[in-house]
Every structure is written in structure tokens, then in C-alpha cells.
């Protein structure tokens, strides 16, 4: 079955508690994105990735890490969480930029 | 700059039509998706539209107005399931660098009644 999945899908965590959020996708894809979801804003974008060691920054990359070593995975990092990145998290991955997303089920963060 | 508009909520009687407008305002549009996302759920693609006119997909229709910079997405025979928000999202050709950006509206939260 062609899926995106993250994890962990729930994480409560402390401020500056460093933390991942790992993303795979099974469908070849090239494209891959991070998005936050916080009510009244809509989805913005933290990073991108064209291609395998192809990363660039969205519109909010600030306190976020990505690396894209291999095709079907693109981990989120922070390195020092802060209560301002609580938020719902999802990774997108499709065949064209700006393509078609395929989003995985979400990640929701606590940062206390 | 980059700005898409559609109303924040709408409700609408079981059995139904509804129609929910976004607007946008981008420096290179390359196509428009609509995508439905149900409560704590991941949003799912419902249609791309990137001529002028309308598109349709069973009871979902998506009609697009590049001049006038103005998409809907009619939904038909609403039923119960179809509560969820809806989320305009404008392709945005690359100003630089070969990627093509996907900018999404805060979304419109529909509340389907019996």
C-alpha cells in the first residue's frame, strides 16, 4: 500500500529536549516536505527536499533540522525545542514539486 | 506577495449544495488543489485544477477563474462524512532554484447538520 508514515504520532516533550520526528514514504518519490498546522494559519511549510542531499528552507524553517540521505526518508529535527513549536506536524512526499501531496497521518508536539 | 483567501467557516443541511470560495494572489500560478482534511486526520487530495472552467468528480466539483484569480469547490447531496475543512492550495511556479511551491489557505471549516 503506497503510504507516508511518521513517528512518534503523539510526543509530549520539554523545552530544549532535543527530538526527531521520522518520516518514510514507499512511493519512489523525489519530492519531500514538512508542514505545521496551527489553527488559523493553514499549513506552512518548515522544509523541502528535491532530491536525495537536496534540502532547502520553507517559510518557517527557523529552529528546525532536516537531512535526506536516502530517498524514502526525511527526518525532522529540533535541536532545542521551544513551547512556540507546539504545533501539528505532517510530512508530504510527491513526484513533482508542488505536486500532489501525500501526506502522512500527522505528528501532534507538546513542548512544555 | 502570496496570499489565498476563503472563509473560515461554513454549515450547510444534509442533502445540500454548498459552494466554498478562495481567492488567491501569487507571483506565478502553475495550478490549484483542493484537499479535504477531517478532524486530527492528514488532509487528502480531492482535485487539481489548472485551466479555466470546471472540473467534476462525483458529487465534488472544482471550477477555476485565472483572471479572476478565484477557485470553488462545489460539494453535492451533502452528507454527514463531508464535516471537514477544506483546504485551497495554489501552485506557485519558481521564482528560482526549479522548484514549484505549493501554498496552502487556512482552510473552511464545514459543519454538515441533519
Known amino acids: 500500500e503506497a503510504q507516508v508514515t511518521q513517528n512518534p504520532r503523539y510526543l509530549i516533550t520539554v523545552t530544549g529536549k532535543k527530538l526527531t520526528v521520522t518520516c518514510s514514504q514507499n512511493?519512489?518519490?523525489?519530492?519531500m516536505s514538512w508542514y505545521r498546522q496551527d489553527p488559523g494559519l493553514g499549513l506552512r511549510q518548515i522544509y523541502y527536499?528535491?532530491?536525495?542531499?537536496?534540502?532547502d528552507k520553507g517559510d518557517v524553517p527557523e529552529g528546525y533540522k532536516v537531512s535526506r540521505k536516502e530517498k524514502r526518508n526525511f527526518p525532522l529535527i529540533l535541536e532545542s525545542p521551544s513551547p512556540n513549536q507546539t504545533s501539528l506536524y505532517f510530512c508530504?512526499?510527491?513526484?513533482?514539486?508542488?505536486?500532489?501531496?501525500?501526506f502522512g497521518p500527522g505528528t501532534r508536539l507538546t513542548v512544555l | 506577495g502570496q496570499n489565498i483567501d476563503q472563509p473560515t467557516e461554513m454549515t450547510a443541511t444534509e442533502g445540500a449544495i454548498v459552494q466554498i470560495n478562495c481567492t488567491y494572489q501569487?507571483?506565478?500560478?502553475?495550478?490549484l488543489f483542493w484537499y479535504q482534511q477531517h478532524a486530527g486526520e492528514a488532509p487528502t487530495f480531492l482535485s487539481y485544477?489548472?485551466?479555466?472552467g470546471l472540473e467534476e468528480k462525483g458529487r465534488f466539483s472544482s471550477f477555476l477563474s485565472r483572471s479572476k484569480g478565484y477557485s470553488y469547490l462545489l460539494l453535492k447531496e451533502l452528507q454527514m462524512k463531508d464535516s471537514a475543512s477544506y483546504l485551497c492550495a495554489v501552485r506557485d511556479l519558481a521564482l528560482s532554484g526549479g522548484y514549484n511551491k505549493l501554498i496552502f489557505g487556512a482552510g473552511t471549516r464545514l459543519a454538515v447538520h441533519p
Open positions: 512511493m519512489n518519490h523525489e519530492y
Open positions: 527536499s528535491m532530491n536525495v542531499e537536496v534540502t
Open positions: 485544477n489548472v485551466l479555466d
Open positions: 501569487t507571483s506565478g500560478f502553475n495550478g
Open positions: 508530504a512526499s510527491s513526484s513533482a514539486g508542488g505536486g500532489e501531496q501525500f
